[in-house]
């Protein structure tokens, strides 16, 4: 079967077997990885080359810090604050659908608790959250200390093809959870980047953050422990208990990553599987893609039936031909199809080969 699933996990089947292999014996320990100590030579090892992986990966510059930490992205809407927030509690936010609603949620309960605020410098809920708004209608604050996006919305389907400029020290920050790894990134144009792992890195329950150096260190007072940046670098993650198994996969991840050529290779194949997919939609009448095609994501592809009371049958026909979980996030409807790294281009053939047998058969 293929799994079109938005999460939490779509993972290279060859990782799945190297895990399966390595689950009763690993690196002659006689045991799991989730049973060796998280403090034992083997587990620093292993903690150490998956970062080091992701820093080849993405050339993440050496005045970064890379931490592998939990509470998934939905925490650092919380955690970032307390870190960045020490002197200057304004934030910038950009609204392009669910988890920047969110995000700006969290934000609104803590920046006006410590004097500062919480400005919407643009919006896309006017048209349905179907495009990123265009920056030359932003009104950002020059003294704000962030500015934060959603690189990739996975629910309404949103992807960014260009990084935000700077504006004087405005710190950028973004949520590349649903798009980490499937391009490369210029990490330096931003001051932290944060991801929940479980769509194209490794299973749910871990969350990487990669923070520039001068960021840390600053954290407000009231910082809670676990979520001071600067105590967790300075322990390698390895602060308290860490998702060991998270990180053992996620570096099984980041190998298969390097053997297929690294994200420039897997952008390429990424680009192919978005085009087939959106130009077979373009292409007919059938079906449409409500997202404006400057802002479409190559990660999650949301599209509807024209005929909305053939969307059970659809999806009846879709998982009995082994095409899973294309239902749509059910804020939004209609259907949804992700195509993360792990999906191979046969998935993506299959899909579009079923779509116009079904429109042949129900047009
Ligand atoms: N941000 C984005 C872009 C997401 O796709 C998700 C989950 O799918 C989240 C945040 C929330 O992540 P988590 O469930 O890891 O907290």
Same mark, same amino acid.
């Given at each position: 079967?293929?799994?079109?699933?938005?999460?939490?996990?779509?993972?290279?089947?060859?990782?799945?077997?190297?895990?399966?292999?390595?689950?009763?014996?690993?690196?002659?320990?006689?045991?799991?990885?989730?049973?060796?100590?998280h403090?034992?030579?083997?587990?620093?090892?292993c903690?150490? /080359?998956?970062?080091q992986?992701l820093?080849d990966?993405?050339a993440?510059p050496?005045?970064?810090?890379v931490l592998?930490?939990?509470g998934?992205?939905?925490?650092?809407?919380?955690?970032?604050?307390?870190?960045?927030?020490?002197?200057?509690?304004?934030g910038?936010y +950009?609204?392009?659908?669910?988890?920047?609603? *969110?995000?700006?949620?969290?934000?609104?309960k803590?920046?006006?608790?410590?004097g500062?605020?919480v400005?919407?410098?643009?919006?896309?809920e006017d048209?349905?959250?179907?495009?990123?708004?265009?920056?030359?209608s932003?009104?950002?604050?020059?003294?704000?200390?962030?500015?934060?996006i959603?690189?990739? /919305?996975?629910?309404?389907g949103?992807?960014y093809?260009?990084i935000?400029?700077?504006?004087g020290d405005?710190?950028?920050?973004?949520?590349?959870?649903?798009h980490?790894?499937? *391009?490369p990134?210029?990490v330096?144009?931003y001051?932290?980047i944060?991801?929940?792992?479980?769509?194209?890195?490794?299973?749910a329950?871990?969350? +990487?953050?990669?923070v520039?150096?001068?960021l840390?260190?600053?954290?407000?007072?009231?910082?809670?422990?676990?979520?001071?940046?600067?105590?967790?670098?300075?322990?390698?993650?390895?602060?308290?208990t860490?998702?060991?198994?998270?990180?053992?996969? @996620?570096?099984l991840?980041?190998?298969?990553?390097?053997?297929q050529?690294g994200? /420039?290779?897997?952008?390429?194949?990424?680009?192919?599987?978005?085009?087939?997919?959106?130009?077979?939609?373009?292409?007919q009448?059938?079906?449409?893609?409500?997202?404006?095609?400057?802002?479409?994501?190559?990660?999650?592809v949301p599209?509807?039936?024209k005929d909305?009371s053939?969307?059970?049958k659809?999806?009846?026909?879709?998982? @009995?031909?082994?095409?899973v979980?294309l239902?749509g996030?059910?804020?939004?409807?209609g259907?949804?199809?992700?195509?993360?790294n792990a999906m191979?281009?046969e998935?993506v053939q299959?899909?579009v @080969?079923?779509?116009?047998?079904?429109?042949?058969r129900?047009?």
């Amino acid at each position: 079967a293929f799994n079109f699933a938005a999460g939490p996990a779509t993972l290279p089947l060859e990782v799945l077997q190297q895990a399966q292999a390595e689950m009763l014996e690993w690196q002659g320990t006689g045991c799991s990885v989730m049973e060796v100590s998280h403090r034992g030579k083997q587990f620093e090892a292993c903690n150490a /080359e998956a970062e080091q992986d992701l820093r080849d990966l993405l050339a993440i510059p050496s005045n970064y810090k890379v931490l592998f930490l939990q509470g998934g992205a939905s925490m650092q809407w919380a955690q970032f604050l307390f870190n960045l927030c020490g002197s200057n509690p304004n934030g910038d936010y +950009i609204l392009t659908g669910e988890w920047t609603n *969110r995000a700006v949620a969290e934000a609104r309960k803590l920046l006006p608790l410590w004097g500062g605020s919480v400005n919407i410098v643009a919006s896309s809920e006017d048209r349905n959250y179907s495009y990123i708004p265009d920056e030359g209608s932003w009104k950002r604050r020059k003294d704000a200390n962030f500015l934060h996006i959603c690189s990739n /919305e996975t629910i309404q389907g949103l992807e960014y093809n260009f990084i935000p400029e700077q504006l004087g020290d405005v710190t950028l920050v973004a949520d590349m959870s649903s798009h980490i790894v499937s *391009r490369p990134v210029d990490v330096s144009r931003y001051g932290l980047i944060y991801a929940g792992a479980q769509k194209n890195i490794g299973p749910a329950g871990i969350t +990487i953050v990669i923070v520039r150096d001068d960021l840390i260190g600053k954290a407000r007072p009231d910082t809670p422990r676990m979520f001071d940046y600067k105590l967790m670098a300075d322990n390698h993650s390895l602060l308290n208990t860490p998702p060991t198994f998270g990180i053992y996969l @996620a570096g099984l991840v980041f190998k298969w990553l390097k053997r297929q050529g690294g994200v /420039e290779a897997i952008e390429r194949k990424n680009i192919a599987k978005a085009e087939l997919l959106y130009g077979y939609l373009d292409s007919q009448d059938f079906y449409y893609a409500p997202v404006e095609k400057g802002s479409r994501s190559r990660m999650n592809v949301p599209f509807r039936l024209k005929d909305e009371s053939l969307n059970a049958k659809f999806l009846a026909e879709t998982e @009995a031909a082994g095409l899973v979980a294309l239902k749509g996030h059910k804020a939004v409807g209609g259907m949804r199809a992700s195509i993360y790294n792990a999906m191979p281009m046969e998935g993506v053939q299959a899909l579009v @080969a079923f779509m116009r047998d079904f429109a042949a058969r129900n047009g």
